[in-house]
């Protein structure tokens, strides 16, 4: 079995710094993209960043220049590091990861996120 596991949310002020990481473990030949999502209440769940196992990155306009999204592939760990916190960055953020096992079976997983509240 595979799962993702975040941590690093909690509560900051408007203005302040928080780094999510999510580490998937399990019978993994690799993970390629890995992401993450977020979704407040009463919205959609929305793509935050993005990034190839080779590095390249997307990120929705709305975080640009404040988030960066990072990946470590020997310890199948993603990264998301967020500055210039606003509160309409409140949201439970998701891990996600396109994962191909090791017999070469591929799927989606997402982790069961971690909530970042951020206070004006």
């Known amino acids: 079995q595979v799962q993702l596991v975040e941590s690093g949310g909690g509560l900051v002020q408007a203005g302040g710094s928080l780094r999510l990481s999510c580490t998937a473990s399990?019978?993994?030949?690799?993970?390629?993209?890995m992401g993450w999502y977020r979704q407040a209440p009463g919205k959609q769940r929305d793509l935050v960043a993005s990034i190839t196992s080779s590095g390249s990155t997307n990120y929705a306009d709305s975080v640009k220049g404040r988030f960066t999204i990072s990946r470590d592939n020997a310890k199948n760990t993603v990264y998301l590091q967020m500055n210039s916190l606003k509160p309409e960055d409140t949201a439970v953020y998701y891990c996600n990861g396109y994962v191909r096992t090791v017999d070469n079976y591929v799927r989606d997983y997402w982790g069961k996120g971690t909530l970042v509240t951020v206070s004006s």
């Open positions: 399990g019978n993994i030949r690799s993970i390629n993209p």
